[in-house]
């Protein structure tokens, strides 16, 4: 739907420029690839890039250009969205939780959770960090994991 762009401000003039209903599909479109980067951990571009032929490197400009056009709303739909895998493995036999006994109770064990949630969020970060760093969206996303992790849960 986008077009590549070379300059920054050109995409958000391009936007600017659409009639309203072009402007609804356009954002429809960023939403769900904000979601899908979301919800991939950051690999959606180089899926997208591997599957349509383009590489990683395309799909990693469109969705810069996506950045742009949304501004502060792309960093909260990515943060968002990075709360589903995080439910999914908060959830899962593999999440750091599972080792707290259950007797620990009150702050013992409200302690050991938000410790074990914190774990969690640091594994997602180190996987996604990679991924969002290309993007310069987060920065190095490793300081966020607790963050989402306990946000997860």
């Known amino acids: 739907m986008a077009k590549k762009t070379s300059s920054r401000k050109k995409a958000r003039q391009v936007y600017d420029d659409l009639p309203w209903y072009l402007k609804a599909i356009q954002a429809a479109d960023d939403v769900a690839r904000f979601g899908a980067n979301a919800a991939t951990l950051g690999y959606a571009d180089d899926i997208a890039g591997y599957l349509n032929g383009n590489g990683g490197d395309a799909e990693r400009l469109l969705t810069a250009d996506a950045i742009d056009r949304a501004g502060?709303?792309?960093?909260?739909?990515?943060?968002?969205?990075?709360m589903a895998p995080m439910g999914g493995l908060v959830n899962s036999p593999m999440s750091a939780t599972r080792i707290?006994?259950?007797s620990w109770t009150g702050g013992k064990g409200i302690g050991a959770q938000l410790a074990a949630l914190g774990a969690d969020g640091l594994t997602l970060g180190a996987v996604q960090s990679p991924q969002i760093d290309r993007l310069r969206l987060l920065g190095n996303a490793q300081p966020h994991g607790p963050l989402l992790g306990s946000w997860g849960r």
């Open 72 to 82: 502060a709303a792309a960093l909260a739909a990515e943060t968002i969205g990075t």
């Open 100 to 102: 707290i006994p259950a």
